[in-house]
């Protein structure tokens, strides 16, 4: 199964593109990528590539409101880039728009991230701003790893205090999702902003060329123009990606704790010897053996 990571935050922060320089730096090493948008209301396909005339057969919404979701379905709409062979992705056709097809209803959407994590080593979720949008709370909740980019203004604080109360589910993981200052500028107050919206983890600073790109269908060729610290926001989502999962206590497996954090299993470790005091007093060795072991015992787990 692949690794499944899902970009959500305010309008105009730079999710899409974002993505597209995600899945660059994750095809490296020719792995495969799909990037698949989900947002009626701005169909991506003719935005990803304005060159190619799509037909609405190749629509992500065909697949989202079939009868039948597998493999084979998913696998016949993802469009292929010409220039990076190892990244593909889905999304609406142009002119369509939320009308189009049905509404759209959680179980049919886990299926489809389900069978698209079959095809490829890692799935970007590109998420509409609105979670009226059911795609995007699903693709949350989907996530290995999720990514949320707020533009440091009142814009994006304001935005994020009204979808966090949305997302306070446990199945949200909202704590653990990292947060990103998108399209952030000289004249930004960063560090106020970084304080009330809780921390940032990275920036993804503007650039006049990423723009241009953005604006003239070449969203994939912007990450030659990224700075030294938006090349550290998507090697920090990398790293994240490679960390291995701690291990189950019987099977070997990763295991969640009720408070939503993963923890190594239990192993017993060997008592400290008892020594005879030396001068009346006990050695320093046992002490702060015999204080680690009451500490680990107290805390219930083991480092």
């Known amino acids: ?179 990103l200052a998108g399209l952030a500028r000289p004249f930004h107050a960063i560090d106020e902003m970084d304080h009330l919206i809780g921390g940032f983890d990275g920036l993804l600073p503007y650039a006049k060329e990423i723009e241009r790109c953005g604006t003239s269908g070449q969203m994939f060729k912007t990450l030659a123009y990224c700075n030294q610290r938006y090349i550290n926001s998507l090697k920090l989502v990398k790293g994240r990606l490679e960390e291995p999962e701690p291990e189950d206590e019987n099977t070997g497996e990763p295991y969640e704790t009720e408070e939503g954090e993963f923890q190594e299993p239990y192993e017993e470790e060997e008592e400290a010897e008892w020594e005879e005091p030396d001068a009346g007093r006990t050695s320093k060795k046992y002490r702060q053996a015999k204080t680690a072991g009451k500490e680990r015992r107290r805390r219930g787990i083991f480092k």
């Open 1 to 179: 199964m692949s690794k499944i990571i899902t970009i959500w935050g305010n309008p105009g922060c730079g999710k899409s593109m974002f993505c597209c320089n995600l899945a660059k730096v994750l095809t490296a090493g020719k792995e495969k990528a799909l990037i698949i948008n989900a947002d009626s209301s701005t169909p991506m396909l003719p935005v990803w590539m304005p060159e190619r005339i799509l037909e609405a057969s190749a629509s992500i919404g065909n697949v989202l409101t079939g009868l039948e979701i597998n493999t084979a379905l998913v696998a016949e709409r993802v469009v292929l880039l010409k220039e990076y062979p190892f990244i593909g992705v889905m999304g609406y056709a142009a002119g369509e728009n939320p009308f189009s097809y049905p509404e759209l209803k959680y179980e049919k959407i886990r299926t489809f991230i389900s069978e698209a994590s079959k095809l490829v080593d890692f799935i970007i979720l590109d998420c509409s701003s609105n979670m009226l949008n059911f795609f995007t709370p699903t693709a949350i909740e989907a996530a290995d790893l999720v990514v949320r980019i707020i533009t440091p203004d009142l814009r994006g604080l304001n935005y994020l205090r009204a979808h966090k109360p949305l997302l306070t589910d446990e199945k949200f993981h909202y704590r653990d999702h990292l947060t």
